[in-house]
């Protein structure tokens, strides 16, 4: 199929086609192609693209996979509705609600029909403790919970059973690491397998990124992240409480806090070591502005000023609340 598209240079693709996904430019019905020089990345008509030669190409078009709703929900109880799920490498993760768990090994087997990219379906019951580790359970497929998944140009080994990662936060990794100057130092907090400071080591140029957690496993496949991405060079890996290891490092000028049933308990530890603080916390809608005003508080009792340079709705939690974040400057 004919379509306008831009021609853009390897090295940039991946960047250039985040940036499209999220003006709603980029036609995802049509296959990207490529040359040893350029990724040809098809547009919407009418796409006004600054700096950018628009030409006409063919495309292969996208086959549409089946919808694996219509698969099962023919076989539910009337009126029952499965939400969507997750997917990390070749592993999807559901969450189903007390009335399907007795149909969830149809459910996990309509969803590798539907989508052949995956082999393993889980089972979600929700965050089991304090390092944020999800309760999965495999319901179809293959009989593991270990994965390769793949973000932005980076490879992220995970074991889903044993450590926390969220494929929902891709585009605020991508947009914290637009943030980040050639030679600036960030301290990642609360790290996990690293997806952070993986994507700011390949998407920007910082002299160094602390990756920090408390987790031994986390830490481990961390490790092997950094290793594998072959940022051994600019990532240290480091194992311990973010209260004891922060003050040992000296002054970031990007400090990501990602814990966000608790970031307030290690907001003052962040103010007197950062410049700009990525803030991440799941909150009442209620009480957003009330909160700002506290972290102000807090930066004030630690000599410092800080101002919200902006923040954002990243997703809901709950009827009530949500996840919010923001990138506040201290100084």
């Known amino acids: 199929m004919e379509s306008l598209c831009i021609a853009v240079p390897r090295e940039k693709a991946e960047k250039v086609r985040q ?44 086959k549409k996979e089946k919808n694996f709703r219509e ?22 993760i559901v969450r189903l609600p007390e009335e399907l768990i007795e149909h969830k090994g149809k459910i996990g087997n309509a969803i590798l029909s539907a989508h052949k990219s995956i082999k393993v379906v889980c089972m979600d019951n929700g965050v089991v403790d304090d ?26 080994k995970v074991d889903i059973a044993k450590v926390y990662y969220s494929p929902r936060l891709a585009t605020e990794r991508y947009r914290i690491a637009r ?48 290793k594998e991405n072959k940022f051994g060079n600019i990532i240290e890996v480091i194992e311990g409480d973010a209260r004891d290891v922060v003050p040992s490092l000296g002054k970031a000028d990007h400090i990501i806090m990602n814990l966000p049933h608790s970031s307030h308990e290690f907001f003052s530890l962040a103010a007197r070591h950062g410049k700009i603080i990525h803030y991440y916390e799941i909150i009442e809608k209620n009480r957003i502005e009330e909160r700002f005003k506290w972290l ?6 630690q000599g410092k000023k800080m101002d919200v340079m902006h923040w954002r709705i990243v997703g809901s939690y709950s009827p009530s609340k949500v996840k919010i974040g923001a990138d506040l400057l201290i100084h």
């Open 131 to 156: 390092y944020r580790v999800r309760d999965v359970k495999v319901i179809a497929g293959e009989e593991r919970t270990e994965t390769l998944h793949k973000e932005h140009g980076v490879k992220i």
């Open 179 to 226: 943030y980040v100057k050639e030679g600036d130092v960030v301290i990642d907090m609360f790290a996990g397998v690293a997806p952070f400071s993986l994507i700011i080591a390949k998407l920007s140029r910082p002299s160094r990124v602390y990756a920090i957690d408390i987790n031994p496993v986390a830490v481990k496949y961390a490790s092997l992240n950094v």
């Open 71 to 92: 698969l099962i929900e023919p076989n539910l109880p009337e009126g029952v509705k499965i939400s969507s799920f997750d997917v990390i490498g070749d592993i999807a």
């Open 296 to 301: 102000k508080k807090e930066a004030s009792n």
């Open 19 to 62: 940036e499209m996904m999220e003006k709603k430019l980029l036609r995802t019905d049509l296959k990207i192609r490529h040359d040893r020089q350029y990724v040809y990345i098809p547009v919407v008509e009418g796409a006004d693209i600054k700096d950018a030669a628009l030409k006409k190409m063919d495309f292969e078009e996208v």
